[in-house]
């Protein structure tokens, strides 16, 4: 064996997922998972968007110095173009608009090959995709190829399931996902609010299930704390203060 070869530095993909784990999820992590699924009703587009916002959190996590300007894939198959419609450039991200490229696929097998063949493309900074329902072509074989694919080239994967039962995958991490009421904007009441969904973590191998409010605000995914919700962050039990019941602040402090 050559000393360049034993020395050789590991591909992206590799160095990435040595990252040390943190138990509980949370937008602005370092290291995320290349194969993600996000189930959705097909009647809406939460699935798209929680797709977009997340792939977005990767990219401003992932980004040192420079921002990444590659080229963004978004595949869709005939049905799901049927229920939700094509991307629109007007609500995209000023940032992405320029940088899109879209494929329509006429089957899910299509689908599943541009998805395979664009992440093994590194000159595309994600892939995002939507398929639905629950086709054949789905298999749990076809999800092992594309999260095997997103690792070893080192580009990332948001597939979006429509109105789709979860089957077994191999997809690292697993949500759920539905359009959740916007906060009532500052300035104009009259006006649209910031895109929330109410979305659960039912599966990842580094985290715990969880569920949170996720909003899109000014570009940056951020978990809504909102009193009024009904779903709000797990609490980081180590910075709640101790409940005073009963007890006076001064005898608080000394415990």
């Known amino acids: 064996m050559s000393r360049s070869s034993m020395f050789s530095k590991p591909s992206p993909a590799r160095v990435l997922s040595r990252a040390a784990p943190e138990p509980r999820w949370r937008p602005g992590l370092p290291a995320q998972p290349f194969h993600s699924e996000i189930f959705a009703p097909g009647g809406e587009a939460s699935g798209a968007g929680l797709a977009l916002a997340l792939a977005r959190d990767a990219l401003l996590s992932a980004a ?23 991307p629109c450039l007007v609500g995209l991200p000023s940032d992405l608009r ?11 097998e299509d689908a599943l090959f541009a998805l395979e063949e664009g992440m093994k493309c590194r000159d595309l900074s994600c892939v995002i995709g939507e398929i639905a329902g629950n086709p054949k072509a789905l298999s749990f074989t076809a999800s092992r190829r594309l999260s095997l694919t997103a690792e070893r080239h080192g580009v990332r994967l948001w597939l979006v399931r429509l109105d789709a039962e979860p089957e077994l995958s191999s ?18 009441a009259a006006a649209p609010g910031t895109a929330t969904w109410h979305a659960e973590l039912f599966r990842a191998r580094t985290h715990a299930p969880g569920e949170w409010m996720l909003s899109d605000d000014t570009g940056t995914l951020r978990i809504r704390r909102d009193p009024d919700a009904d779903v709000l962050a797990a609490p980081d039990h180590v910075r709640l203060a101790r409940e005073t019941v009963g007890r006076s602040l001064a005898a608080v402090a000394r415990a």
Do not use: C, F, Y
């Open 64 to 86: 040192e110095e420079d921002a990444d300007t590659r080229q963004v894939l978004w595949v869709q198959d005939a049905k799901a173009i049927r229920l939700g419609g094509r």
């Open 98 to 108: 320029h940088r899109l490229i879209h494929v329509a696929a006429a089957t899910p």
């Open 171 to 188: 997809a690292r991490m697993r949500w759920q996902a539905r359009a959740a009421p916007s906060p009532a904007p500052r300035w104009n």
